[in-house]
C-alpha cells in the first residue's frame, strides 16, 4: 500500500505543479478514507519537502449534514494548512498563483493546550485549550472541479482543496466566550454580499474542535500548542475578481481582509 500511496501523492502534486484539472481517486480507491488519509499526509510532506513549511494548523470540509451526504462522508474530513500558505489580514492575493481562487469567510482559533485524547473531549473542555480567536479567510483551488460530483475521500487526499489562509487580527479566546451565534458578514469592494451565523458552518463550532482534536490523535498527530484551525465556511464560497477587495467581519473581532490581483 506504502508505494500505491507514494505514486497517488506524488501524482496529485505534479497535478498541482501542472495546473491541471483536479481529478478524484480511480477506483477503488473512492470511499477508502484510511486511503486518502494516508495520501494527504504524503502530500504534505512532499510540499513541506519543496519549499511551502510545516504544517502550521488544520482545515475542516464536510461540517454540515447535507454536504456529507452530497460526498459520501457521514463526518467532517480535516486537511493540512502549511506555513508558507499562511497570509495576515491585508494580504495582496495574485489570482494568477491558482487555478480557480476560492474564499471562504470562517472562524479560526488558536490552541493552547493539546488534545491527546481519542475520543472527542466536552466542549467546556475544547473552549478552555484555546488561546485565541479571530476571523480568517480559507484560501481554496478546486482546479475547475465539478461540485455536482464531489466525493470526500478524493477531496480528502487532495487536502480538501486547501491552499492557505488569510487571518484577521487574533483576540483573546478566554475574553471572547463561545463560538456559537456569531454574525459573519461578508462585503467585497465595500458592499455586503453576505451575513450568516456561525452554526450555518454545521453547528458549534466547538464540536468541530473536539471532533478534529480526537480524529487528529487517531492518526498520530495530535493537535499541538500554537496550531490553528479553521472551523467550517458559513458563508458561501467566493470566487474572486481582479481588483476586488474583500472583508470578512464576525462579532467583536476585527475583519479578514483580502484584495485580489
Do not use: C
Given at each position: 500500500m506504502a508505494d500505491t500511496v507514494d505514486a497517488t501523492a506524488a501524482k496529485i502534486a505534479a497535478g498541482h505543479r501542472?495546473?491541471?484539472?483536479?481529478?478524484?481517486?480511480?477506483?477503488?480507491?473512492?470511499?477508502?478514507?484510511?486511503?486518502?488519509?494516508?495520501?494527504?499526509?504524503?502530500?504534505a510532506a512532499?510540499?513541506?519537502?519543496?519549499?511551502?513549511?510545516?504544517?502550521?494548523?488544520?482545515?475542516?470540509?464536510?461540517?454540515?449534514?447535507?454536504?456529507?451526504?452530497?460526498a459520501g462522508i457521514a463526518e467532517p474530513g480535516a486537511g493540512a494548512i502549511l506555513a508558507r500558505r499562511w497570509h495576515t489580514s491585508g494580504a495582496v492575493l495574485r489570482r494568477a498563483d491558482y487555478v480557480h481562487l476560492g474564499l471562504e469567510g470562517e472562524i479560526a482559533v488558536r490552541v493552547g493546550e493539546a488534545f491527546p485524547e481519542t475520543d472527542p473531549v466536552d466542549l467546556d473542555r475544547a473552549a478552555g485549550?484555546?488561546?485565541?480567536?479571530?476571523?480568517?479567510?480559507?484560501?481554496?483551488?478546486?482546479?475547475?472541479?465539478?461540485?455536482?460530483?464531489?466525493?470526500?475521500?478524493?477531496?480528502?487526499?487532495?487536502?480538501?482543496?486547501?491552499?492557505?489562509?488569510?487571518?484577521?487580527?487574533?483576540?483573546?479566546?478566554?475574553?471572547?466566550?463561545?463560538?456559537?451565534?456569531?454574525?459573519?458578514?461578508?462585503?467585497?469592494?465595500?458592499?455586503?454580499r453576505q451575513e450568516a451565523v456561525s452554526e450555518d458552518a454545521g453547528g458549534?463550532?466547538?464540536?468541530?474542535?473536539?471532533?478534529?482534536?480526537?480524529?487528529?490523535?487517531?492518526?498520530?498527530?495530535?493537535?499541538q500548542p500554537g496550531q490553528w484551525i479553521m472551523t467550517g465556511s458559513f458563508v458561501d464560497t467566493t470566487f474572486p475578481n481582479v481588483g476586488d477587495r474583500y472583508e470578512f467581519a464576525v462579532d467583536r473581532l476585527e475583519p479578514a481582509v483580502a484584495t485580489v490581483i
Open positions: 501542472a495546473r491541471a484539472p483536479y481529478a478524484p481517486l480511480p477506483e477503488p480507491r473512492s470511499g477508502d478514507f484510511g486511503f486518502a488519509y494516508a495520501v494527504q499526509d504524503r502530500l512532499h510540499w513541506s519537502a519543496a519549499g511551502e513549511g510545516r504544517i502550521v494548523g488544520w482545515k475542516i470540509g464536510f461540517t454540515t449534514k447535507p454536504i456529507q451526504a452530497l485549550r484555546l488561546e485565541s480567536v479571530a476571523a480568517a479567510f480559507e484560501i481554496s483551488d478546486d482546479r475547475n472541479a465539478d461540485w455536482s460530483r464531489m466525493e470526500a475521500a478524493s477531496m480528502i487526499a487532495d487536502n480538501i482543496w486547501n491552499m492557505g489562509v488569510v487571518l484577521g487580527p487574533p483576540a483573546p479566546a478566554r475574553d471572547y466566550g463561545r463560538l456559537i451565534g456569531r454574525k459573519g458578514v461578508l462585503t467585497i469592494n465595500g458592499a455586503v458549534d463550532p466547538l464540536a468541530i474542535v473536539a471532533w478534529l482534536g480526537a480524529h487528529l490523535a487517531r492518526r498520530g498527530q495530535p493537535l
